[in-house]
């Protein structure tokens, strides 16, 4: 019995090392290094490797990457934001009027990041105090939010003149590196060790799992989703902020279409769209790589039609995937 159990727990000699490799786990990253090399190679006479197309790809992506950190939490928790992409806007618009009413820079940020906390609060009530699904309070939400931002500037955009605040929040670089690049990665890294290290994250990945069994175990899992949703608006509110920083201007425009590249960029990352798994660092790369496709596709010469068809596909693709994943 002894010698058995000893021969058990020996490794099997001449067993393949890569059998044991959680191919699923780190699928988003091998993907991304398998679309940048396919690019690199196929576009290397357009310039895709060149530092300018590659930083571009970093502005181009920073919004959707900060968006989605927020949102990894969202549905991690089992709900969804699809509200995101309107209060960028109309946060991206607040801003600006606020700053051209001469509150200056800090009532800008004010202005900006409230109403992003605002909206997320209302959806949040909506959810945990009315039980109304995410899936509807956020769709009804993103034509509110839409539709007065058209309403309160006549779909006019508003110019920010503010220099400092354009460089801060957009269009500034220090050195070589995008202030965008720096939003990035500061908002992903308190992300990773909110969602990791902290009592916070571990319930959020709890009322996703089993929401049930989490109120029993003595999570307010009603608490936890009215805060996931609080912070979606505050990041979709900085998100918009950086759109008008950029551009120079607020828009009514901004950021439409970007709640389902912030979807797919989660899923892509490997966050389960039914709850329960969530990477931030994931959904960073996933943003990435959806980033880094677009820019592709504009080079082989691809219009917007065709691109949202690609990305469509892909955001199948991961659905379809991380099902699997579960059922296995």
């Known amino acids: 019995m002894q010698s058995k159990v000893s021969r058990a727990s020996e490794p099997v000699q001449g067993k393949n090392p890569l059998q044991n490799f959680d191919w699923k786990r780190y699928i988003v990253y091998i993907a991304f290094v398998g679309v940048f090399i396919y690019f690199s190679i196929s576009l290397y006479d357009e310039g895709f490797l060149s530092a300018n197309n590659l930083l571009n790809i970093v502005r181009q992506t920073a919004v959707i990457a900060i ?68 899936f509807l309070v956020t769709l009804g939400m993103m034509g509110i939010a839409k539709g007065f931002a058209m309403w309160i500037t006549n779909t006019a955009p508003v110019p920010i003149l503010n220099k400092t605040y354009n460089f801060v929040f957009g269009s500034g670089d220090i050195g070589p590196i995008p202030v965008l690049l720096v939003w990035t990665l500061l908002v992903a890294a308190i992300g990773h060790i909110l969602l ?42 900085l998100a918009g902020m950086l759109y008008a920083g950029r551009l120079q201007a607020g828009r009514f425009t ?75």
């Open 67 to 134: 968006m989605g950190v927020a949102m990894t939490f969202v549905i991690a928790a089992a709900e969804i934001d699809l509200s995101v992409g309107s209060i960028a806007a109309l946060s991206s618009l607040t801003t600006a009027l606020a700053m051209k009413a001469g509150f200056g820079m800090a009532g800008g940020i004010v202005a900006g990041l409230g109403t992003g906390a605002v909206i997320g609060l209302i959806n949040g009530l909506l959810v945990t105090r009315v039980a109304i699904p995410s």
């Open 196 to 237: 990791r290290k902290t009592a916070f994250g571990r319930q959020t990945l709890a009322t996703g799992g089993n929401e049930s069994a989490a109120r029993f175990s003595g999570v307010n899992t009603a608490r936890i989703k009215l805060l996931v949703l609080v912070g979606s608006g505050i990041l979709a509110g």
């Open 254 to 328: 901004l950021g439409e279409g970007d709640e389902l590249s912030v979807i797919a960029a989660v899923i892509l990352g490997g966050t389960s769209l039914f709850g329960g798994m969530g990477t931030v660092i994931g959904t960073v790369f996933g943003a990435l790589m959806i980033g880094m496709i677009n820019n592709g596709l504009i080079i082989m010469g691809l219009d917007v039609s065709q691109q949202m068809v690609v990305k469509g596909l892909i955001i199948i693709l991961a659905v379809a995937f991380g099902r699997r994943t579960i059922k296995r």
